[in-house]
């Protein structure tokens, strides 16, 4: 279920794996919330990229089960 941020109250639980994306965009970035849970990020061939929440439109939550550790 995609959630649309409006508030930091919108946010996810920090650690959250979770898929999002940029506000003006139509991608949708695989990534996760940091353990302070102030910022997503996202890490594509090693290199990453933190948003801070109020760049991001909306996310999804991702369900890690063991066999897509």
Do not use: C
């Amino acid at each position: 279920m995609k959630v649309k941020i409006v508030t930091k109250e919108d946010l996810p639980k920090p650690g959250s794996t979770v898929k999002f994306r940029i506000k003006n965009t139509h991608q949708w970035r695989p990534g996760y919330r940091d353990a302070e849970g102030s910022d997503f990020i996202e890490a594509p061939r090693g290199i990453i990229y933190r948003y801070s929440w109020n760049q991001i439109d909306e996310y999804m939550l991702v369900e890690v089960t063991e066999n897509n550790v």
